[in-house]
């Protein structure tokens, strides 16, 4: 029987393998065009479609900036500038060098493809979000750009506050001169990528055109891209609202992880089983780190909390008003009972917004805090403490809270690169007292790269890494051997790995590596395609089995074959076809097409 008016029509195919040349019709192309898997943006093309996954906003340019406070420190102001004298706002500080000027962010340039090529764009989370103007402003960008609602809603609020933050830095910007690969290369901490490339800060306009674009997708809701190619959106387990992707294109699928994570969380379980026996897979934005325990690491950094309160000291916690924080405020209320009498201060232009979206998607968190809602009780803990003024939020340091500050304390305040916002300030105040800490856990942000400014102070500097992203021992030894995708696509370092340090890389057959700007093919395993067919002709159908196989049915058809935007439709054919149908057939001479092009006056040179 015919169950749907669909039919398949089938060709010979042959196995898939992995090519770094020129696709073929049918094919698709992969191209990597970030250079740290950690912040990932991939191109794929269809011969239809053009999609981009995720982009790219690498924060690591900041660290090369002089941090911003509200009062420059006499500290600071003795550094000794470059030896150039018309380079004095390169100050070297700790025996490092930095820019004194107005901070710059690298987003990835597009050098080998235009954004007016691209149909759509697929943000699988927050952080990604955050490069968006970049990529959809004066571009010639006009696809679409997909995401969930607490990924565009949180991606707000780290974009305001990211403007906001820059909006305080009072520096000039400064030329160019330093760019030059002859100057910085005498720096003792010398960029690893060309300064050329960094960008200024979008502005607010910018940023509300770009987000204008964004159009919402629920959890497993499928979106048509172009035609035939059609994606998917699951549930990452990273951040609420941050998800996987599949991307369909008649019979085969291709799967995109980025930025996942297999552990318990405040957020929904991730959703591993769409991505079973896929054809292929691509896998990003793993967790790095060797020996990768987040939940040993975050009970230290309680315990740390604890011994500095202890000493009379207080803590200052550089993380961004999302995702771990909600994590760690649960844990710091249960550490910090109500004989102690600590007081916790939220400190974040949008801290106040960000912490009541953590209540209003309860259908995004996980099912022990979905549970709470219908108890009913607040999904957080942090709600409660808010509520007995044990957790107090502020939008920056001056006005109300350098009046009601009172120490020992907790502080959680951006930025983590301790560039930007009102960590930086803190850290300069406190700086001369051993007795409090600047505790570390975001692992983007490692005090290897962003407390080189800091590194002559009294005040304690902890790194307590919290990744909760897949790792390697988790894919190698959990996720492939379930999911078994029939090819394997992953950045080059995931195959390298790190020297000396097992677990640091993928251990699977067949693997292929994706190097920056390089673009590998994936034939297609299959020459299969799908064909809506008109209601008049499914009610003709009568199939019928045959001796070799009585379950399926065969019959004949009779109509035409339409093809638009890469659709295929099987329509009832006209009474007669006339003559006029062959002229559009047949091949071309180089004389015939002369001659036909000089009859409507188009003459080749």
Not at 429 to 441: E, F, L, Q, Y
Not at 549 to 563: A, F, I, P, Y
């Amino acid at each position: 029987m015919v169950n749907s008016a669909y039919a398949e029509m089938q060709f010979k195919y042959r196995h898939p393998t992995v090519m770094s040349v020129r696709p073929l019709p049918n094919h698709m192309q992969l191209t990597c065009m970030a250079w740290t898997p950690s912040r990932p943006c991939m191109v794929m093309r269809f011969p239809n479609a053009t999609i981009m996954l995720d982009c790219a906003l690498d924060m690591a340019s900041l660290s090369h900036f002089t941090p911003f406070m509200y009062s420059m420190s006499e500290r600071l102001k003795r550094c000794n500038s470059y030896p150039s004298s018309n380079l004095h706002y390169i100050k070297q500080i700790c025996g490092k060098h930095f820019v004194e000027a107005m901070p710059e962010m690298h987003p990835v340039p597009m050098c080998s493809m235009s954004m007016d090529q691209v149909d759509a764009i697929l943000i699988s989370n927050w952080n990604s979000l955050l490069a968006l103007p970049f990529y959809t402003e004066g571009t010639g960008f006009t696809g679409r750009v997909f995401a969930s609602e607490p990924t565009l809603q949180y991606g707000t609020l780290m974009m305001e506050e990211l403007m906001e933050y820059f909006e305080r830095v009072t520096n000039d910007k400064s030329d160019d001169v330093w760019k030059d690969p002859g100057v910085y290369a005498d720096f003792l901490n010398p960029p690893m990528r060309s300064p050329l490339e960094w960008r200024e800060m979008y502005s607010e306009e910018t940023m509300k055109k770009a987000l204008d674009r964004v159009k919402v997708v629920a959890f497993t809701q499928s979106v048509t891209i172009d035609g035939n190619v059609k994606a998917t959106s699951y549930c990452s387990g990273y951040a609420i609202g941050s998800c996987n992707w599949i991307i369909t294109k008649d019979t085969e699928k291709f799967g995109y992880i980025s930025d996942s994570s297999n552990r318990s969380l405040h957020t929904r379980a991730v959703d591993w089983k769409p991505f079973k026996d896929l054809d292929t897979l691509a896998v990003t934005s793993l967790c790095t780190l060797k020996d990768n325990n987040p939940e040993k690491n975050a009970m230290s950094l309680i315990g740390a909390v604890v011994e500095t309160i202890k000493l009379q000291g207080s803590v200052i916690l550089p993380i961004n008003p999302c995702g771990l924080m909600f994590d760690l405020l649960d844990l710091l209320a249960k550490a910090l009972d109500s004989a102690m009498d600590i007081p916790i201060y939220v400190i974040s232009p949008v801290a106040k917004r960000a912490l009541a979206f953590a209540n209003v998607y309860p259908e995004w968190l996980s099912d022990t805090h979905q549970e709470r809602v219908y108890m009913p009780e607040e999904p957080f803990r942090h709600h409660q403490m808010m509520d007995s003024r044990k957790i107090k939020v502020y939008d920056n340091i001056y006005g109300d809270f350098s009046r009601e500050l009172r120490t020992p304390c907790v502080i959680i305040t951006g930025h983590p690169s301790l560039r930007l916002g009102d960590a930086p300030h803190l850290i300069e105040m406190w700086g001369a007292d051993p007795r409090n800490a600047v505790i570390i856990s975001d692992p983007e942000y490692p005090p290897t790269e962003v407390y080189g400014p800091f590194e002559e102070l009294k005040i304690r500097c902890l790194y307590y890494p919290v990744d909760c992203r897949v790792d390697f021992w988790q894919l190698n030894n959990n996720i492939l051997p379930e999911l078994k995708p029939v090819v394997l696509v992953v950045p080059d370092p995931y195959i390298r790995g790190q020297q000396d340090q097992p677990n640091t890389c993928i251990d699977y057959n067949p693997i292929t590596p994706l190097r920056q700007e390089e673009t590998v093919t994936i034939p297609s395993k299959t020459r299969k395609r799908k064909i809506r067919i008109h209601p008049e002709i499914a009610a003709q159908l009568k199939p019928r089995g045959f001796a070799a196989n009585t379950e399926r049915g065969v019959c004949s058809l009779k109509g035409v074959l339409n093809c638009y935007d890469n659709e295929y439709q099987l329509v009832p054919a006209p009474s007669s076809l006339t003559s006029a149908r062959p002229a559009f057939t047949g091949r071309h001479t180089v004389e015939t097409l002369t001659k036909n092009l000089s009859v409507s006056s188009v003459f080749i040179l």
